[in-house]
Each structure stands twice: as structure tokens, then as C-alpha cells.
């Protein structure tokens, strides 16, 4: 059976390994134009303040075009017109003045975080023309010593732009005709993130921010670097000889995936970024030392969330595009959108960085089927609670219901802060999510992705290995571990999993493995398949690791679960979602599901004396059934709406 070996890695409750679970945030993104003296917009924040407001080009001088009249909006939003006529230096001393009484007000309002929209490489105008940002830099004189901007540097901005292989400049955007949609008559250059200027006046733009009493900022376009100009030459000579490459020179990488030299440039340009979002920061810091980081870039880019933003405070996954739009929920009656992978994956990364969730219907048009409602931003809210460790689901203004959602989930946290804190998984099942992998192929991705639902529908509770999980002593935690299209790994990593699997762990290695692999040769622990199982055989296989009893109604294939434990005190804490949840801003509410069993295995040592559920619609505590066992504990949900957490008191047996 697999039950006791199950058991015999859970006997121990763990120290968090990393950073442990934080309470999620209530997140608003409001990229309006007209925030400055409004009485009716600070209201509105006052009545439904989120955590986390997230706002447009509020900020002193844009990182785009510089001291222009645009405010609010994005790098495209407001930038043609009059919006990119110049301001005075007078006029941006006003505007920071009234930014910070702003940000003043919107903090006493009851808004913890507060942070604007910079683009962290984009420079609008036209370079022959003088136009937009060259004009700002003919004049740099005039706002340097009021605003702290230093000299102005010597190269002209055009020297500060990603270059191809062939020296051409990088523009990284499509254009529809002679200029680029939203900036006619100007250009959208693209500037590297190694340059010197560019670095200068984007610390520059940065300390601005913080100067106005903003809590940290969004950095747009954050994985936007692939530069061979000659800086970035010299400095991927330097990087190549520290990690000992034999090829350092950056021309010699292909511009796709499937080589290993376009892997290193892809780490390079990577840590580029990384390097650059410290700076970023460390100027902030000056004037803020809580100053934050929220940076864009990490949907299906793994890679980009570990290499580049791990350091940051918030990444962004901007889900935009979905047949079934990307909202959390039931879509067509059939379908569950979920964003448990990203969530789970910035979790399992137990780094500084929480994720944030943007979702949309459809994009560019809205898909009234596919709209989210009351209750599916609800199931966005907790799923950020039952998987986000610390990160927030994008509630939109202009939600309907939008304020009673912030209002009852910031009581939420507020009320349960202490059960949402410093918590580690208690899976005790693995699947390896190598990030890596995607500099070579996009099928390892792909591959976790469909495993991942199986598992949900399984109802397996379960963590993602990163490469560096793969020594004996973090592998010790689990008694499955899944290992789906791995093409490319070390001989330390495999040694270590091999190990582990000698030891009594039960690996299945599906799909692509390394031909030179130690694991191919071992039987017994090791399965092998030549490609992922479909649900009802990977059922099988962990069918004693599911922790809701499967009775046969369909409805339960889309209640999933996650667990949660600590130390001291001891407790598990249990999330229970219901996909169930249709989209659609006609859709009734979820029907809910009565009598779920629940099997919750318990550590050695530990016996339950009290179990509680909690939800968000009604925060009143809820006692519930339940029967101890000597290795599991069997727990009865007699409702289940939108979601429960479920805590689990523990005393010495």
C-alpha cells in the first residue's frame, strides 16, 4: 500500500523551508487619468480600501516621455496629443505636491500600499525629430538640480537603446504602420537595462516616487531585455568567464530556444534584469527603506518569476488571453479556469516575491459568458488565500460588486492574519517544475500544467520541486515525486533523487528523460511512461495521497484542496475551493455541495482536539465533525459555497 509510505514522510512537522505563508492582499488596479483633487474617487477608496492599489502614470514625470502633461494610464494610454505636450518645472513641482497629498490621503483612507506604473525600458519620441523624450533631454538643465537628476549624460538617448546582432536597434513592438499604435506621429524604442544614462535617470524617476510617499512601484515590460550592443557584450564576457563557459561571446547565440548557448544568453539577459530591479529599489530605498518592487513579466515565464523577480516583492502574471477567458471559475458549464500553477509555483519558489493574478474575459474585447461576477471574484480571493502565500487577485473598479468583495475578504485576512502566517505545505507529493527547462522547450511547462489539473481533480495535495529542491534532505519531505519531460539535468540532481527513490521513494519519471539518467535503470520505486497518464491512471497510482473522498458525484472533480501546516503552534490548516462557480455576468450562484468527507493525514506525535472552518460570507466559526484515526483524520464539510479553510488544533498524543 501506498498509505504508510505516505505517512512515514509526515510524521515530522517541518520547519518552513525559505519564507513561509504570508496573508494575502485585497488588489485594485486603477489606471484612470484624473486622480488628483477628486473628493468622489478618494471616497470610493475610503469606502472599499484594498491593500494594494496599483495606479497608472501618477507620478511626476513619466519614465517614457518625461515631464509631460500625460498622467495616469499606461506606456500606451494618453500618449499622443496634447497629453505629450511638455510641462514646466514648476508645473512638476505642483504635481508632486499634489501627488503626495494623494497618496496621503489614500494611506489615511485605509489603503496599506500605494504604488504607481513606470515602464522599466520604454523611451517614446522621435529621435530625428527631437520629439517627446529627446525633447525632455534638450532640456534636461532645467529640471536637473530641482528634481535630483544629475548631470545630464553626454551620450544622446538613442546611444541608450537595445541593439540586434546586427547593430540595428531592438524595438521589441509591432507596428501597424510607420509608427507605433497609441504614440502617432512618434516611435517606441526599446533602452537597455545595462546603459549607464538610462540607468541614471531611471533611479532617478524611481526616487521621484518615493519622494511623493509612495509605499513601491510597477515596473512594466520587466523581461523586456535582449540586448548586443557593446556593453552587453563586454559584460556577457565577464558573466560567461565567473560561470566558467567555454563560448563567451554573446553573438554566437542563437535567437531560439533549443540551444544551449541561447539558454546562457537567456540567463544572462535574466540576471541583467535582476541586477537592474536592485538598483531600482536601492535608489528608492534611500528615501523609503520599506520601498517595495512589483514587477510585470512572469506569465508563462517561470524563468523570468526565479532568475529575474525573486528578489522582487510582487510579480505579475497579466493573464490575458484564454478561448475561455482566464476569470477563476466554471466557464461553459464544463471547463475550470484556475490559476493554482502560478500560485503555486511563486510559493513552492519560497523566495521574497508574492504573485499577483490579473485575469480578463477576453482581450481585447470583453466575453460576457466568461465575466467575472460576485462570486467568481470571491473564488479569486481565495484561491490567493489557499495558494497565493501573501499576493493578490486583481478586483477591477468598475466590478459591480467589486467593494463588498474587498470588504469582506480584508476582514478576512484581518481577522484570520495569524492561520494565514507562517505556515509550510503538507503535501507530501512532488511534481519537478524546473523553470530552466523553458530556455531550451516549452513542453516541460506544458507538461506541469496538465499534471497539475490531475492532480486538483484528484484531490492530491502537492508542491513544486525547483532544481535546487533536488538534494536528499529537502527530497526527505515526500513520498511521490513525478517527474514529467525533464530533457536536460545534472548528474548531482539525478544522483540525489535516485537516492531518494533507494531509500523507499516511489518515482514516475513521464515523458522525456535524459538518456544518460541513473534513474532509467532503476525498477522497483521507478515507474516509467513514455508520456503523462491521463487523470484516472495517475488516480490510481496516489489514490491513497487524495485527501476528499471521492463518493462519485461529479461536482467533487472541481472541489480541490491544499494543506497546510505549523509547527508551533501545532496546527493544519486546509483550503477547500469550489470550481463549481459559474462565470458570466448573467451566471446564478454556485449551488452549494453538501457532505464532503475530508481525509487529512496527521503527523506522529499529534492528535486533533478541535476543528473549525471559516469562510469570507459568513466569518462565523463553524465546529465540525470529525474522527481521529491513528495515521489520518476523517472530517465531515457539511456545506461548501465558495471556499472554507478548515483549522485543525493539534496537541501532543
Given at each position: ?26 488588489y ?24 494594494l ?93 530641482r ?40 516611435h ?43 556593453l ?20 554566437h547565440?542563437?535567437?531560439?530556444t ?44 517561470p ?15 497579466e ?57 467568481s ?15 493578490g ?14 470588504r ?10 495569524g ?6 505545505s ?161 451566471a ?66
Open positions: 500500500m501506498f498509505l504508510p509510505a505516505l505517512l512515514a514522510t509526515i510524521l515530522r512537522l517541518h520547519d518552513p523551508a525559505g519564507v513561509p505563508t504570508e496573508p494575502p492582499v485585497t485594485v488596479l486603477d489606471y484612470g487619468t484624473n486622480h488628483l483633487d477628486r473628493a468622489d474617487w478618494l471616497a470610493t477608496n475610503r469606502a472599499a480600501p484594498p491593500e492599489l496599483h495606479l497608472g502614470s501618477d507620478v511626476p514625470m513619466t519614465s517614457n516621455w518625461g515631464p509631460v502633461r500625460k498622467i495616469g494610464g499606461e506606456n500606451v494610454a494618453y500618449g499622443m496629443g496634447d497629453f505629450t505636450l511638455p510641462i514646466s518645472p514648476d508645473d512638476v513641482a505642483q504635481r508632486m505636491t499634489k501627488l503626495t497629498e494623494m497618496v496621503r490621503a489614500l494611506h489615511a483612507a485605509g489603503v496599506k500600499m500605494v504604488m504607481p506604473y513606470v515602464c522599466t525600458m520604454t523611451i517614446a519620441g522621435h529621435h530625428e525629430r527631437r520629439a517627446g523624450f529627446w525633447s525632455f533631454y534638450d532640456r534636461w538643465n532645467d529640471y536637473a538640480a528634481f535630483d537628476l544629475g548631470p545630464r549624460p553626454v551620450a544622446d538617448p538613442f546611444t541608450w537603446l537595445q541593439r540586434k546582432p546586427d547593430g540595428e536597434i531592438h524595438r521589441f513592438y509591432t507596428y501597424t504602420g510607420d509608427y507605433y499604435p497609441g504614440y502617432q506621429p512618434n517606441r524604442y526599446a533602452a537597455c537595462v545595462n546603459n549607464p544614462a538610462w540607468q541614471q535617470w531611471m533611479t532617478r524617476e524611481v526616487a521621484m516616487v518615493a519622494r511623493c510617499g509612495y509605499d513601491g512601484v510597477f515596473t512594466d515590460n520587466g523581461g523586456s531585455q535582449r540586448c548586443y550592443c557593446e552587453c557584450q563586454k559584460l556577457f564576457r565577464d558573466w560567461a568567464q565567473k560561470r566558467g563557459l567555454k563560448d563567451d561571446n554573446l553573438l547565440a542563437p535567437s531560439k533549443g540551444d544551449a548557448r541561447y539558454a546562457e544568453a537567456q540567463r544572462f539577459w535574466l540576471e541583467n534584469i535582476h541586477s537592474y530591479q536592485a538598483l531600482l529599489r536601492s535608489a528608492a530605498a534611500m528615501i523609503n527603506p520599506s520601498f517595495k518592487m512589483f514587477a510585470n513579466g512572469g506569465h508563462r515565464r524563468q523570468n518569476v526565479k532568475l529575474a523577480f525573486a528578489d522582487s516583492d510582487f510579480i505579475m502574471f493573464k490575458s488571453f484564454g478561448p475561455l477567458g482566464t476569470h477563476p471559475g466554471l466557464a461553459d458549464g464544463t471547463n475550470v479556469n484556475h490559476n493554482i500553477v502560478e500560485l503555486k509555483f511563486v510559493q513552492c519558489l519560497r523566495r521574497r516575491v508574492k504573485p499577483i493574478i490579473l485575469t480578463r474575459s477576453g482581450y481585447p474585447k470583453s466575453q460576457p459568458p466568461f465575466e467575472m461576477n460576485k462570486a471574484a470571491s473564488l479569486g480571493c481565495a484561491e490567493m488565500a489557499a495558494f497565493g502565500n501573501g499576493g487577485f486583481l478586483i477591477r473598479p468598475n466590478l459591480p460588486s467589486g467593494a463588498e468583495v474587498i469582506r475578504w480584508n476582514t478576512f485576512h484581518q481577522r484570520h492574519a492561520l494565514l502566517s507562517g505556515n509550510d503538507l503535501a507530501t507529493v512532488g511534481v519537478a517544475y524546473w523553470s530552466e527547462q523553458t530556455l531550451f522547450s516549452a513542453k516541460h511547462m506544458t507538461s506541469v500544467t496538465a499534471l497539475s489539473d490531475m492532480l486538483l481533480a484528484s484531490h492530491v495535495p502537492f508542491d513544486f520541486l525547483m532544481e535546487e529542491n533536488f538534494n536528499e534532505q529537502f527530497l526527505s519531505r515526500y513520498s511521490a515525486i513525478i517527474m514529467p519531460d525533464i530533457a536536460h539535468a545534472d548528474a548531482a540532481r539525478l544522483a540525489a533523487v535516485a537516492a531518494w527513490a533507494r531509500a523507499g521513494g516511489r518515482l514516475l519519471l513521464a515523458g522525456a528523460h535524459p538518456a544518460d539518467s541513473p534513474l532509467l535503470a532503476m525498477t522497483g520505486s521507478v515507474t516509467r511512461i513514455e508520456k503523462l497518464p491521463d487523470a484516472n491512471i495517475l488516480g490510481t497510482w496516489l489514490r491513497d495521497a487524495a485527501a476528499i473522498v471521492d463518493d462519485g458525484r461529479p461536482e467533487l472533480r472541481r472541489v480541490y484542496i491544499n494543506l497546510f501546516a505549523r509547527r508551533h503552534p501545532a496546527r493544519i490548516v486546509a483550503h477547500v475551493l469550489n470550481y463549481n462557480t459559474p462565470l458570466g455576468v448573467d446564478l450562484p454556485p449551488a452549494p455541495i453538501e457532505n464532503i468527507s475530508l481525509r487529512i493525514p496527521l503527523p506522529r506525535g499529534l492528535k486533533p482536539r478541535c476543528v473549525t472552518a471559516f469562510d469570507a460570507d459568513t466569518d462565523t466559526a463553524q465546529a465540525l465533525e470529525w474522527k481521529s484515526g491513528s495515521e489520518t483524520l476523517a472530517v465531515t464539510l457539511p456545506r461548501l459555497l465558495i471556499s472554507k479553510m478548515i483549522l485543525v488544533e493539534l496537541s501532543p498524543s
